[in-house]
Nanobody, 122 residues
Framework: QVQLVESGGGLVQAGGSLRLSCAASGRTFNSYAMGWFRQAPGKEREFVAA????????DYADSVKGRFTISRDNAKNTVYLQMNSLKPEDTAVYYC???????????????WGQGTQVTVSS
């Protein structure tokens, strides 16, 4: 079992930036692909980005391509989500999760963090 703790959320104006972090416990972090998902009030959880175990390959939702960057530091057991040019529609609770392979389907992910709130004001 891997425990995940997200941080870095907050309130930011449109056009601003935030960097989310997700710290994982345990010594098996580099055996997992990692993903970021988000859920806005009244909406389903949606895929944001994913990175393979090595960190060399990534995948993004069309809505965040060119604005968000996912990365990981296996030495620090941490995955990051750098969010630039934020828009009000990016407002949501952001979650990180582990998977055996890079995927955009939340059903492929098992361990989840508690989430961190990101609010973008217009």
């Amino acid at each position: 079992q891997v425990q995940l703790v997200e941080s870095g959320g907050g309130l930011v104006q449109a056009g601003g930036s935030l960097r989310l972090s997700c710290a994982a416990s345990g010594r098996t972090f580099n055996s997992y692909a990692m993903g970021w998902f988000r859920q806005a009030p009244g909406k389903e959880r949606e895929f944001v980005a994913a990175v393979v175990r090595s960190g060399f390959n990534t995948d993004y939702a069309d809505s965040v391509k060119g604005r968000f960057t996912i990365s990981r530091d296996n030495a620090k057991n941490t995955v990051y989500l750098q969010m630039n040019s934020l828009k009000p529609e990016d407002t949501a609770v952001y979650y990180c999760a582990t998977s055996r392979a890079r995927s955009s389907d939340y059903l492929d992910y098992d361990n989840w963090g508690q989430g961190t709130q990101v609010t973008v004001s217009s």
